[in-house]
């Protein structure tokens, strides 16, 4: 006979190892798993008092845990708010507003902007880019000016409206799940031949510190730059930007495109659609607050200090997460075996 709550906890040991047992062999089918569960056999207590005795301590170890993954998560949440927090001050100018006072070099740094010279002449320009559209005012410093994608951009190239002739080695070609806020994720990556990778540059090769900017799909509105030393094609759903070096970072243009600023116009043009997807038209006017040079170097390094940290705190609460898991997956162990 079992005590029910002690039967449970049973049943919690059987499944972790057959769980384990599929993992180990590469997966298991549903009739695989009920084969293991008839056969898997585990040591337990015979005395109902005994049983109950194991599983009051259970009980009260995995409510402990349970109190203490909950704080987990809250804290990697906190951090991940932080990270929103930082990006939100960074492009209305809060989190360099410390150096504006202190700075002697902040005013009249924009110049380049209004200059007719940042925009006639390009060969990628027909007539003067449009102002921002925005759907509520923009603050900022007084000494920023508010721009668009297309006045600090020579280039801006739609991908290819083809699907990549994959290989199964060559140059890489981007997805849009390689792209994380900032930056590429190189990790899994597809290839195609030389011959496809020069058709799909014909109209700009993607260079270091090029933006791409995902516009299209379930990976909507989201930034990441060009890394150095590094040869890639574009994929579909993705557009990329060469920006005016004279008047941007890209470091600090990709942060504005990945900012709450942009993600509510991301939200406005594309509603609730069930395939949703930005037109080139409405990206080029998107509202980007600019900084001088000057001060877009210094709010690049404080995000960058800032995400460092950021980082730290996520790795040390995803371990402090499976660290509990796997304290939960020992006791159990432990109460099934007697080591109680």
Known sequence: MFF????????????????????????????????????????????????QRIAGILDEAF???????????????????????????????????????TSRTSAGACRPLSDERSWRGRETRAREPRRPVVDRPVEMPDSWALATPEAIATHIVDCPHSTPRWTHSGVACLRTTNFRAGFLDLESLRFVSEETYQERIARL???????????????????????PSFKACLGQRMMQLRLDSLVVLPEYFASVLNSSLILSQVTRLTGG???PHLNIR???????????????????????RVNAEIQRLEVAYRRKLAALDELKRSLLHQACSGQL
């Open 4 to 51: 029910a709550d002690f039967f449970g906890y049973m049943l919690m040991v059987i499944e972790d190892a057959i769980t384990d047992a599929g993992e180990g062999c590469g997966g298991q089918t549903e009739l695989g798993r009920r084969v293991l569960a008839e056969r898997f056999s585990v040591r337990y207590p015979k005395s109902l008092d005994e049983q």
């Open 63 to 101: 409510e402990g845990i349970a109190m203490a993954r909950e704080n987990a998560e809250k804290n990697l949440r906190n951090a991940r708010a932080l990270s929103e927090t930082a990006l939100t001050a960074a492009v209305g100018g809060a989190l360099t507003a410390d150096w504006r006072r």
């Open 205 to 227: 090769e993607p260079e270091p510190g090029d933006v791409l900017y995902s516009r299209e799909g379930g990976i909507l509105g989201l930034a990441c730059i060009m890394p």
């Open 273 to 275: 659609a069930a395939a």
């Open 282 to 304: 409405d990206i080029k006017a998107f509202p980007i607050p600019l900084p001088p040079l000057s001060e877009q170097r210094v709010i690049v390094a404080m995000l960058a």
